[in-house]
DNA sequence: ATTCGTCAAGAGCAGCGCTCTCGAAACAGT
DNA sequence: ACTGTTTCGAGAGCGCTGCTCTTGACGAAT
């Protein structure tokens, strides 16, 4: 615990960050299956076995690009929603949204890496979990805070959510602290998925030749969305 | 043109078919990034460079896998719809998810590759595109048939569809030739998104630790979403 | 019977993830 | 200040990958 001994940890773990940062930028450009270990190594002036000192993988290594990604889109969505009039939920779930689909338009790669299909024998760590729940938590306080307040306000003639799924309600609440009733989470997660659908399918491609005001249509989408949850515009 | 011509066109056909069909097995096991032209010909019990007389490159063994993959599930959704009652526009609606997601489940490895993120340097070969409209195709038709029969009754209290997307919405409507309102088109375009969002989450382990109830979680969520169109159940 | 196109095979190139060994440097305890 | 230990980068090497090029054999058409 000696200065000298800090001294050796701290270029490991500059270095470990030196690291992971050329790694992001290869990532951006190439793709998760165009990241090479010996690429990162060679542009960080080392070779490439030296690398296995700081991640004893590839997989690692990747494993450390999906912690950060989703840790920059909790980021991202979490000033998003500070930036908002507290009491205003409805523009807040549309800032939330449109901040999400934002950074995944900057930085598509990484967001294929933590919301497209699992790379590689697709066991994702459980350590990436925490970081994983950041955006989906601002999302449930905006919901609980809008429930709480007496706002919501959802549209009549929708099914109410079956007893079967009541168990995994409240599980999802628990894991994010969403106190709301059965039919609001259910609304909520759906609106959740069709949120990252939406944003799914315009960077993988499926609305090529066919939507072409990705912005007014995503707009209109989680708009539609959020009256689902019973949020008011 | 003569019998003998056709003769080594007929053998050559076939041996492109063991191509496929080896590499499509090898897919479901170990995934897009695990598919090796040099494993694929070693099964069939030739040489690597053999392969390269029938697909330039293994992209383009991809490309004939997601083609097939697309047809698949075309096919699946097609039969899906065609055992229904014509006039339940709501059972066919629910029978038509259902297909998809059974076919995504078990499919897992194929479904990624059409609906996962992009794999290569991503420049969908358009001819792709046929294929990949089949599902939506039969989609198009029940809305649209709901529609005629006046069946459908959209909740109350949802924002309509903005003149920013109305070009967009012809042209999608065009594609797989809906003829309804901007309002149903859009609010079908969002149920879509919807649906193929809550598939993916399913699949690429977002609901890990916390949906259990996989089916009845799909079932009320296809449910809500076809209430949005305005499908009666 | 000869010519020509098609094909499988083999060698080979550059790249990959990963492992092992070795010598140098930085640390810790005396 | 001198030990012994740990940490680290470098290098060689293994088996794998996609892909290219050349060679020789076979079959169909002239």
Known sequence: MSASRTARERVRA???????????????????????LRAVARELGMVSSAIYRYFPSRDDLLTALITDGYNA???????????CRPGDH????????????????AHPHEY????????????????????????????????TEAHEAGELDPPAGLPPAPASIEADLAR??????????????????????????????????QFETVVENRI?????????LGRLIG???
């Open 90 to 105: 409805g523009a807040r779930w549309l800032a939330v949204c449109r901040a999400i689909r934002e950074w995944a338009v």
């Open 172 to 205: 999802g609440r628990a894991a994010v602290t969403m106190n709301v009733p059965d039919d609001v989470a259910a609304r909520a997660l759906m609106a959740w998925a069709g949120l990252y659908g939406t944003v799914s399918f315009e960077l993988f491609g």
């Open 231 to 233: 949020f008011r515009f």
């Open 73 to 83: 889109v909790g980021e991202v969505v979490e000033r998003a929603d500070a930036e």
């Open 112 to 143: 294929a890496l933590i919301y497209g299909s699992p790379v590689p024998g697709y066991e994702a760590p459980q350590d990436t979990v925490p970081a994983a729940l950041r955006d989906t938590i601002v999302f449930a306080r905006i919901v």
């Open 216 to 224: 007014g249509y995503f707009d209109h989408t989680v708009t539609t």
């Open 14 to 36: 500059e270095l470990i960050h030196e690291i992971t940062e050329t790694a992001r930028r290869h990532l951006a450009t190439d793709g998760a299956t165009g990241l090479s």
